[in-house]
């Protein structure tokens, strides 16, 4: 053997590696989706911190009056039957001819299901902490008093901007979940 130098293409032909050189790490479907996932929480918490409940608000001119109160009672029915009215509209033959109606009944679909998971974890939480005597009972009280009714005042107003904001033909992205429901093709 002699001690000549190997040059590039020689080494990448017979797959050597420098030492120090970092192979590119391939991520799993999982790895990716959860970097994605922080990305777009990292994003909505930005635009949440600037007062903006709404991102890339536009009207959709092929939306006609029926689309736009469909669109409507599909997030401002959530107050009264969760689920109920979303799950219609997405059932029914006319979804796939009216994407307006579509849109909006997936973006309302998805922000009750994060609605009530928030909350129910958030009990779970408040339930684990209870078990500490004193400051467990407090820190329930305070939730169930303070907290909850905020959460739940918070979330109607939402949910009636949001049937307002469809009802006036707007097409718009909620910050984080509309990407989201994007990346995993559901809109």
């Known amino acids: 053997m002699t001690n000549e130098p190997i040059n590039q293409e020689q080494q ?6 420098q030492p120090g050189a970092q192979q590119p790490i391939e991520q799993t479907p999982v790895e990716r989706m959860a970097s994605s ?21 536009q009207v959709d001119p092929l939306a006609d009056s029926d689309d736009r109160l ?20 997405l059932l029914s ?4 001819k009216r994407p307006f109606q ?3 009944a997936v973006q309302s ?11 129910i974890l958030a009990s779970i939480g408040i339930g684990i902490i209870q078990i500490i005597p004193i400051l467990g009972a407090l820190i329930g009280i305070f939730a169930f008093l303070c907290i909850s009714p905020l959460y739940f005042l918070g979330g109607i107003a939402l949910m009636l901007y949001y049937g ?18 994007t990346d995993q093709g559901w809109l």
């Open 12 to 17: 990448a032909a017979s797959g050597a590696q």
């Open 37 to 57: 996932a922080y990305t777009q929480a990292g994003q909505a918490a930005d635009a949440l911190r600037r007062g903006e409940l709404t991102q890339n608000s």
């Open 70 to 89: 469909i669109a409507m009672l599909s997030y401002v029915t959530q107050l009264v039957l969760p689920v109920i009215m979303p799950i219609i509209v």
């Open 93 to 96: 033959e006319s979804s796939k």
């Open 102 to 104: 579509r849109y909006h």
């Open 109 to 119: 679909l998805a922000l009750v299901v994060v609605f009530w998971g928030v909350f």
């Open 164 to 181: 307002y904001q469809a009802y006036k033909g707007r097409r718009f992205a909620i910050p984080g979940l509309t990407s989201f429901l």
